[in-house]
């Protein structure tokens, strides 16, 4: 049956033209196309990768970020209370340096008050003597003859005092 | 792999055409009986040898009826040596055979006119296509590795885009995972091998074409080539399993071994069977049903077989990219088992 006998003919033409178009394909289309499938393949998965690395490094850049901020923050609040704790102090310190300025100057003035008022005696006194030996003189010098001349002399001192 | 798996798996492969097989036998009975019944009137239409007449290689490409290419024939004989004339000489004005310059033509069978055997090395219909199998084998994938050139490190484009997943498909799903590690070294042979037999499936389904990859002249030379990979790249494991199968007792070895060294042949064997027949069965049915209409001189049965062969036909498409895979699954499988490195 020559349906199940393979033709010699056919095999010959078979084999040379596959053979043919086998080393041909191989050297010119199937390396070719291997070899850039591959470096497509490699390119693919190096920009896959690079992008994971790309990623995680944002996410470690942000993470330190986050540190740092949180550190400045943290700082920020130390000195904030610092600062605040100074400005108590010295608002205490100028307070109390206040006060105890205020009470020597009520103390400085309540001496000199004193002084002042103790001078101012001393001086009516003086002078309340002075008066008196002033008037004690001057009724004496005169001549007193009667009571009467000599309650108007008394009255007119003492005008004379008020009129001082 | 075990010999008795291996035979069961070769069982299973061609259980799976088996039913192929059967439509290919009932084909035949059916054309050889109604050739029979036929054969009072020679007018009459004869399917059988319609059939035949379309599967086979012929020196004439008959495009449609009517219109034939007569195809150069080159024949040597130790007689007369090498000869090259069209084969147009064989017929006369109305289309009869006559015989020509010492040779006579039966059926497509040259002989010398003394009935002793020549060498046919013609252009036949089927060594026309085969040239056009490979002439577009080469311009699709020149044009294919021109992309791949013109886009370096960029997205595929046009042409190539449509074969790149194939290609890697062949690479990754077919070659990669039965071959194993080595397989960068077979990759060309077996996407040749694929893409061959795949146009060459394609082919024959246009109408007027011829049966290529459904000859077995053909598929016997790629299986033979498949062999010859193999043998060439069996390592000592793979001559191990072979002539001193690990794992069998003494005893057995008389029989294993002889098994192991049929298994060598029974795989490129049932390569070239496989897709002689699948390929073979499907023209043949697909020609039988449009057939029926001629013997029924039906307009109905004429319709309801349009029908069917055009289901068919979509079957055939999926055979013809089936048979490839298979072909290229089965070549890669057995070089794999030649390479695979002892574990």
């Given amino acids: ?164 | 792999m075990e010999p008795i798996n291996m035979i069961k798996s070769l069982l299973s492969q061609l259980s799976k055409h088996l039913k192929i097989k059967v439509l290919l036998v009932f084909a035949i009975a059916s054309a050889v009986t109604v050739e029979s019944v036929a054969s009072d009137d020679s007018e009459e239409f004869n399917p059988g040898e319609m059939i035949n007449h379309h599967i086979m290689d012929s020196h004439v490409w008959e495009i449609w009826h009517g219109m034939n290419v007569y195809l150069p024939v080159i024949i040597y004989s130790e007689e007369k040596g090498i000869e090259s004339f069209s084969s147009a000489n064989f017929f006369d004005a109305d289309h009869n055979a006559i015989p020509y310059n010492g040779y006579v033509m039966d059926h497509d069978h040259i002989t010398l006119a003394s009935g002793d055997h020549v060498l046919d090395f013609s252009i036949t219909k089927n060594v026309l296509f085969l040239f056009i199998d490979a002439g577009l084998l080469l311009l699709i994938f020149f044009a294919v590795a021109r992309g791949y050139k013109k886009n370096v490190g960029k997205a595929p484009k046009g042409i190539q885009s449509f074969f790149e997943p194939i290609i890697i498909f062949v690479r990754d799903e077919i070659v990669k995972p039965n071959i194993g590690p080595k397989y960068e070294r077979y990759l060309p042979y077996m996407l040749t091998l694929f893409f061959f037999i795949w146009f060459g499936n394609l082919l024959g389904l246009l109408p007027g074409a011829a049966n290529l990859t459904g000859n077995i002249a053909v598929t016997l030379v790629l299986a033979l080539l498949t062999l010859v990979i193999t043998t060439f790249s069996g390592n000592k494991n793979y001559w191990g399993h072979i002539f001193n199968t690990p794992g069998v007792p003494f005893a057995l070895k008389p029989i294993i071994v002889p098994v192991e060294i049929i298994g060598i042949f029974t795989k490129p064997i049932s390569l070239m069977i496989r897709l002689f027949v699948a390929i073979t069965a499907g023209h043949i049915v697909i020609l039988s049903l449009l057939s029926l209409t001629f013997i029924f001189h039906s307009y109905l049965v004429g319709i309801g077989s349009t029908l069917v062969v055009t289901f068919i036909n979509f079957i055939e498409l999926l055979v013809a990219t089936i048979q490839a895979y298979v072909f290229t699954m089965f070549s890669s499988l057995y070089i794999g088992m030649a390479v695979e490195e002892h574990h």
């Fill in chain 1, 1 to 164: 049956m020559e349906l199940l006998t393979p033709g010699i003919g056919l095999i010959f033409w078979q084999l040379v033209v596959f053979l043919i178009v086998f080393f041909v394909l191989a050297t010119f289309v199937w390396k070719p196309i291997a070899s850039a499938l591959r470096a497509r393949e490699g390119m693919i998965e190096d920009s896959l990768k690079a992008a994971d690395i790309a990623k995680e490094e944002m996410a470690q850049m942000k993470a330190d970020n986050e540190y740092l901020l949180q550190e400045a923050r943290v700082e920020r609040d130390q000195m904030l209370k610092e600062a605040m704790t100074v400005a108590n102090q010295i608002k205490e310190d100028a307070k109390n340096e206040t006060s105890s300025i205020t009470e020597k100057m009520i103390a400085d003035a309540k001496v000199s008050i004193e002084n002042e008022k103790k001078a101012a005696l001393a001086e009516v006194k003086d002078l309340v003597a002075t008066l008196s030996l002033d008037i004690a003189e001057k009724l004496i010098r005169e001549k007193l003859s009667d009571d009467k001349a000599q309650k108007g002399l008394v009255d007119k001192f003492l005008k004379e005092i008020k009129v001082n």
